[in-house]
C-alpha cells in the first residue's frame, strides 16, 4: 500500500517495540492508552512549585531564562507569559488524558489557585459515577426501531426529547441494561423538542442510583461562549451500555424551534462537538450541573448537521407544568 501511493519507508526511522517499551508516537505513550509523558507531567508540576514557592516573577525569569531551550521558534512567535504557558500545557494533559483524570484534576487546581486570570474549569469528581447510574438508554418502536437517551431528575421522573417518543417506549436501567422497561410520556413540549417520561411499573431495585440537578438561572449565567461543558448520551452505533461521556465547547446561542412555530428566544446552545444520533435526549453539564438537553447531532445521513442542546430553563419550566 505504500509503495503502491508513491512513498517510500525510511527504515533508518523505523522501530519494532514490544509491550516491555515504551512505544512512543509523535511525543505520545501509546502502549495501553494514549498518554502524556511522565517527565512532561513532572516539569509541569515543577512549574507550578517554583511559582508557589518563589512567586510568579521569579519563577517566569527561571523558567524562560534557564529553562526554555531556544529550539528554533520565531521570535515573534514565541510565548512570553508564563502563565499562559503553564495553563496550556495543564490543557494539553486534559486534552490527552481527559478531564476526568485525576493528574489533569490535581494540577489544574494548583494553576487555579495561582492564576490572575479564567480559571480551568474542572468538572465535579463525581461527575462520570453520577452520569453512569442517571443517563439511561431508551428505545420505541417507530420506523422499526428507534434509539435515544434520558436521564433521571428524581427517582422516577427522566428528561428527553419529544422526538425519542414514539410506540412501545421503553428505557433500560443502568443496573441491569439488558431488561427494558415501559415507559410512558408525563409532558412534553414540541417547541423545544423536550419531554419528560417515567416508568409505567417502577420497581424499587431499579430506581436510578443516581439523579441530575438542573442548573439554577444564576449557576446557568455562567455559561458563556467557549465555556467547557460535557455531553452525555448513547451514540446509535453502540448500545445499552455504552454511555458516551464528551467534553466539548459552547460556540454560541440561537433561536430554532423544533414544531414549525415561530421561534421568539434565544433556546439552543450551538456545541463545538460531542452529540450524535442516538444521543439526543442526554445532558449537557456544567460543572456537574444541567445546562442543557441534546436535541440535534450529525448522523449518518448527514453529517453537516449542529451540535445543539435546548437550554435548561425550558425543562425547568416543563418540570414546573407537573
Known amino acids: 500500500m505504500i509503495d503502491d501511493n508513491g512513498f517510500r519507508i525510511n527504515h533508518t526511522k523505523t522501530r519494532l517495540l514490544g509491550l ?15 498518554n ?18 518563589n512567586g510568579f516573577a521569579a519563577a517566569s525569569v527561571r523558567h524562560f531564562n534557564e529553562k526554555r531551550p531556544d529550539r528554533g521558534r ?46 480551568i474549569s474542572i468538572p465535579l469528581v463525581e461527575d462520570s459515577d453520577v452520569l453512569n447510574a442517571a443517563v439511561w438508554y431508551l428505545e420505541n418502536d417507530t420506523d422499526g426501531g428507534s434509539v435515544g437517551t434520558c436521564f433521571a431528575v428524581d427517582t422516577n421522573l427522566f428528561v ?15 443496573q441491569n ?11 412534553r413540549d414540541d417547541h423545544n423538542d423536550l419531554a419528560l417520561i417515567r416508568l409505567r411499573t417502577p420497581l424499587p431495585a431499579f430506581n436510578p442510583a443516581a439523579t441530575l440537578q438542573m442548573a439554577s438561572s444564576a449557576e446557568f449565567s455562567a455559561l458563556g461562549i467557549r465555556s467547557a461543558v460535557q455531553a452525555a448520551g448513547y451514540p446509535s452505533s453502540l448500545d445499552s451500555t455504552s454511555l458516551s ?33 442516538g444521543m439526543s435526549g442526554g445532558p449537557v453539564l456544567l460543572s456537574g450541573k444541567v445546562v442543557g438537553v441534546i436535541v440535534r ?26
Not at 516491555?20 to 494514549?34: D, H, M, P, R, S
Open 20 to 34: 516491555a517499551f515504551q512505544q512512543e508516537v509523535t511525543g505520545l505513550i501509546v502502549n495501553e492508552k494514549v
Open 36 to 53: 502524556v509523558k511522565r517527565k512532561f507531567v513532572r516539569d509541569v508540576r515543577a512549574m507550578l512549585h517554583d511559582w508557589e514557592l
Open 74 to 119: 520565531l521570535p515573534e512567535q514565541e510565548a512570553t507569559n508564563y502563565e499562559w504557558v503553564v495553563r496550556g500545557k495543564i490543557e494539553f494533559i486534559r486534552q490527552v488524558k481527559g478531564s476526568t483524570d485525576q493528574v489533569f484534576r490535581r494540577l489544574a487546581a494548583r494553576f487555579n489557585a495561582l492564576c490572575s486570570g479564567q480559571h
Open 160 to 174: 428527553t426529547c419529544a422526538h425519542c417518543l414514539g410506540p412501545n417506549l421503553r428505557i433500560f436501567p443502568r
Open 177 to 187: 441494561p439488558a431488561f427494558p422497561m415501559d415507559a410512558d410520556e408525563l409532558a
Open 245 to 277: 461521556i464528551r467534553d466539548t465547547e459552547v460556540t454560541g446561542f440561537s433561536r430554532k424551534t423544533f414544531d414549525g412555530t415561530a421561534a421568539t428566544s434565544d433556546n439552543v446552545i450551538a456545541l463545538l462537538s460531542g452529540t450524535y444520533e
Open 297 to 322: 447531532g450529525p448522523n449518518d445521513d448527514d453529517r453537516t448537521i449542529p451540535f445543539l442542546a435546548v437550554k435548561s430553563g425550558h425543562v425547568n419550566d416543563l418540570l414546573a407544568s407537573l
